[in-house]
């Protein structure tokens, strides 16, 4: 009770808290807006078929929005893939490579551009996401039940424009929760649409353990314990640093001596943090969008049902792969080796027992 009467006395961190949760009740309030054109009442059965398999996990992403056939129903991940395209082009394109090098008015270009790339790809997979409503739920279509009341030229071009709106504006929700709240905007619009489920979750499986074949209370627990300790260990990943030794030579400039003091240099464990789950998960939708397009192809239909059920073997060896390929590239962005040892060599640093 003392720290939270702490953080109320301190304004800046009381404000930056305030904002968080008003930024986002807004995303969460946005998540339940239906599309025009759309009957809710009808998606019930659209609602069932996007809790299983890889729809399930869109929907998990999007805070159920995508179920709903919300104006946020695309959620954020259209902009974490265009984030995925520009960091990839930092590596193979010269004119990117040299933005990064730019300070903050290259970041800024880099920004715009993604925001850019963002709305391309949001624009393919709105279209993408309305075709499959169509096929699934033709009832609820209103372009489909009642064509004269409302065209489907109209409703296209009308849900387009607002599920790319929407993709857009949830990306500035995003970036006011970093810059006027506590930080990690994308993350937390992430976080906040996966546990907004998991009470009922939890609820769920409660219920469903205190059947016959449940295992009863007992099995219930455990797995509330199992799931606390991987919380625990993901914490203690996160948080861990590996303190490199660096000694500084010393300098006499004047009457004065400096260095000569021996400092650490912290290296996070897990430096990538959550970005290459997020990356590679991004990836991992691009078969299903694509299935959206061609419904009634059996052949493609065959081969993005291996990497649209995430139990099979296909879908997390190469979820895995990906995983790891992201971890690599990902470190090898935030921790820039060479600049560091730059950085050393021209403050007269050096790690004790390494050749310079």
């Known amino acids: 009770m003392q720290t939270i009467k702490n953080i109320y006395q301190i304004e800046?961190?009381?404000n930056r808290i305030l904002n968080t949760l008003g930024l986002l009740l807004i995303y969460r309030l946005g998540t339940y807006i239906v599309l025009p054109g759309i009957d809710p009442n009808q998606l019930g059965e659209y609602e069932e078929q996007a809790s299983?398999?890889?729809?399930?996990?869109i929907n998990m992403f999007a805070g159920g929005a995508f179920s709903r056939a919300s104006i946020f129903a695309l959620g954020i991940m259209p902009y974490i893939s265009a984030s995925i395209?520009?960091?990839l082009l930092g590596i193979a394109v010269p004119y990117f490579q040299k933005l990064q090098k730019e300070g903050e008015s290259g970041r800024q270009k880099i920004n715009q551009i993604t925001r850019v790339l963002t709305i391309v790809i949001t624009g393919v997979q709105s279209?993408?996401?309305l075709v499959n409503l169509q096929v699934q739920v033709p009832a609820a279509i209103a372009s489909v039940s009642n064509p004269e009341a409302f065209s489907h030229t109209m409703f296209m071009v009308t849900n387009v424009v607002i599920l790319t709106t929407g993709t857009i504006f949830v990306m500035w929700l995003g970036e006011r929760i970093t810059d006027k709240g506590i930080g990690n905007g994308i993350s937390l619009l992430i976080m906040i649409g996966i546990i907004a489920r998991l009470p009922m979750a939890i609820v769920a499986e409660f219920d469903a353990r205190l059947t016959e074949a449940g295992g009863g209370l007992v099995i219930f627990l455990v797995e509330i314990v199992a799931l606390l300790g991987v919380i625990l260990a993901v914490v203690l990943l996160v948080k861990g640093v590996r303190r490199i030794p660096i000694q500084?030579?010393?300098?006499v400039v004047g009457n004065k001596q400096y260095g000569g003091v021996r400092q650490y240099l912290p290296l996070k464990v897990n430096s990538a943090g959550v970005m290459p789950i997020i990356f590679a998960q991004a990836l991992m939708f691009i078969p299903s969008t694509i299935t959206q397009f061609f419904p009634d192809s059996p052949a493609w239909s065959g081969f993005a049902a291996q990497f649209t059920d995430f139990t099979?073997?296909?879908y997390n060896f190469t979820f895995a792969i990906l995983i790891i390929l992201f971890t690599y590239f990902y470190t090898a962005v935030t921790v820039n080796s060479k600049q560091i040892a730059d950085d050393l060599k021209r403050n007269g640093g050096f790690i004790p027992g390494v050749k310079p």
């Open 85 to 87: 395209v520009v960091q």
């Open 12 to 14: 800046d961190l009381r």
């Open 52 to 57: 299983e398999g890889i729809m399930g996990l």
């Open 127 to 129: 279209i993408g996401y």
């Open 312 to 314: 099979s073997f296909t």
């Open 248 to 251: 500084y030579a010393k300098r």
